[in-house]
């Protein structure tokens, strides 16, 4: 009944429309967390969330759960609910499968050849200095990446099965269904509806992708994966090329951190690929370079107008 009921707004409107209903969801998910929680932790499930202690088990698991209603409710669920309002993509092509299968292996080889140039982008970012002006603004960003590695590094913290199956549901297969479909489908879909150009829509796609992870010392290769992303999607018409690709490359996090917490390699997800020689990231460009064509060029007759 409601489906296309919105298809009628401008674009500034129906942008505001997909804020709203983030927020919404975001934080309805997160009072859907509070009370999944309150019967194991009582009334001080909130200040566990505010100032958690990552030394226990138990509390980093509870904010596992927070993290996993939160991609599924705050991003997963409006993405959908604001395409069906709009009534985009209602032949359900979106959905649908790429007809040339290996464009699906590609899009995993293209994320596992890029790593190099990814690390690379990322060594860069590393060395952000704002001017002396902006000093508080570098502390705020420093201390804000500061509590993002330390979540990141209890929730990667774990050498049993069980805990790297909840880790590659909660950061690789979660997050690539729900941020693709909301930063590529929903996202960066009206944005091409609004500029008539898909590589204006790619570009400020990929900076709010960016931006909104808030973490701004590995902005520069995340803005790099949106912007890969978003060619997938628009090259191909299929949501699944850039989810693929997405679970790809936080999965590679994922199993790295797993393996050397194990002892079977020697470095961490954070710093693996990190100081490669200036040759391996050339070779990484070239066969990332190589693997986009291959890409383009099987797409580019089946969806001419999105080239």
Same mark, same amino acid.
């Given at each position: 009944m409601l489906k296309g009921s919105y298809s009628h707004l401008n674009p500034v409107s129906k942008l505001l429309l997909l804020i709203i209903l983030v927020f919404s969801f975001l934080l309805f998910s997160l009072l859907l967390g509070i009370l999944v929680l309150v019967p194991f932790f009582g009334s001080g499930v909130i200040s566990l969330i505010a100032a958690p202690d990552f030394a226990d088990p138990a509390i980093v698991n509870?904010?596992?759960?927070?993290?996993?209603?939160?991609?599924?409710?705050?991003?997963?669920?409006? @993405?959908?609910?604001?395409?069906?309002?709009?009534?985009?993509?209602? !032949?359900?092509?979106?959905?649908?499968?790429?007809?040339?299968?290996?464009?699906?292996?590609?899009? @995993?080889?293209?994320?596992?050849?890029?790593?190099?140039? &990814?690390?690379?982008?990322?060594?860069?970012?590393?060395?952000?200095?704002?001017?002396?002006? #902006? !000093?508080?603004?570098?502390?705020?960003?420093?201390?804000?990446?500061?509590?993002?590695?330390? &979540?990141?590094?209890?929730?990667?913290?774990?050498? !049993?099965?069980?805990?790297?199956?909840?880790?590659?549901?909660?950061? @690789?297969?979660?997050?690539?269904?729900?941020?693709?479909?909301?930063?590529?489908?929903?996202?960066?879909?009206?944005?091409?509806?609004?500029?008539?150009?898909?590589?204006?829509?790619?570009?400020?796609? !990929? #900076?709010?992708?960016?931006?909104?992870? #808030?973490?701004?010392?590995?902005?520069?290769?995340?803005? #790099?994966?949106?912007?890969m992303l978003g060619y997938l999607f628009f090259w191909s018409g299929s949501i699944w090329l850039p989810v693929i690709a997405h679970f790809t490359n936080n999965f590679l996090s994922v199993l790295i951190e797993f393996l050397f917490r194990k002892g079977y390699i020697h470095t961490n997800a954070e710093n693996f690929g990190a100081n490669n020689a200036a040759w391996l990231a050339l070779l990484s460009f070239t066969a990332a370079s190589a693997v986009i064509y291959f890409i383009y060029s099987k797409t580019m007759v089946r969806n001419p107008s999105n080239h």
């Open positions: 509870a904010l596992k759960v927070v993290q996993m209603l939160n991609t599924t409710g705050g991003l997963l669920l409006p @993405a959908i609910m604001f395409m069906w309002l709009c009534d985009r993509y209602d !032949s359900g092509s979106m959905y649908k499968l790429p007809h040339i299968p290996w464009l699906i292996v590609a899009s @995993a080889a293209l994320i596992i050849v890029a790593q190099p140039v &990814v690390g690379l982008a990322n060594e860069l970012n590393s060395h952000l200095s704002l001017p002396g002006w #902006l !000093s508080d603004v570098e502390t705020w960003m420093k201390d804000k990446e500061n509590i993002n590695a330390t &979540v990141t590094e209890a929730f990667l913290s774990t050498v !049993s099965a069980s805990g790297f199956l909840i880790n590659i549901l909660m950061i @690789a297969i979660l997050p690539a269904l729900a941020e693709e479909i909301l930063f590529r489908g929903a996202l960066a879909g009206l944005l091409k509806d609004w500029t008539k150009n898909m590589h204006a829509a790619v570009l400020i796609s !990929s #900076l709010v992708f960016a931006a909104i992870h #808030l973490q701004f010392y590995g902005f520069l290769p995340r803005f #790099l994966l949106g912007m």
